[in-house]
Nanobody
Framework: QVQFVESGGGLVQPGESLRLSCATS????????MSWYRQPPGKGRELVAR????????NYADSVKGRFIISRDNEKKKVFLQMNNLKPEDTAVYFC??????????WGQGTQVTVSS
């Protein structure tokens, strides 16, 4: 059974940082690209960042480029999202999933990130 467990969210002030983690199980992690998505309040889910199997390629949404860094640990089957210089518009529930162009059908519960002064 494919599972994603996101953690690391919280309430921070603008300009601060957070590091999100996603633990995975139930599939061959090292054979899959991984992605982070987010769902702002009242809006649909959007792609934030993605990383290839051996971390050779990464891709970011324009809104987070230069502030967020995606990374992965294939031995621990985890993917991370370092979020710097957070802005109120980054407020959302953050999810990870497998895949580069299209996410899988299973989703975790996500982790809430709230950026507010």
């Amino acid at each position: 059974q494919v599972q994603f467990v996101e953690s690391g969210g919280g309430l921070v002030q603008p300009g601060e940082s957070l590091r999100l983690s996603c633990a995975t199980s139930g599939f061959s992690f090292s054979d899959n690209s991984m992605s982070w998505y987010r769902q702002p309040p009242g809006k649909g889910r959007e792609l934030v960042a993605r990383i290839s199997t051996i971390s050779s390629d990464t891709n970011y949404a324009d809104s987070v480029k230069g502030r967020f860094i995606i990374s992965r640990d294939n031995e621990k089957k985890k993917v991370f999202l370092q979020m710097n210089n957070l802005k109120p518009e980054d407020t959302a529930v953050y999810f990870c999933n497998a895949g580069w162009n299209k996410p899988g059908s299973s989703w975790g519960q996500g982790t809430q990130v709230t950026v507010s002064s």
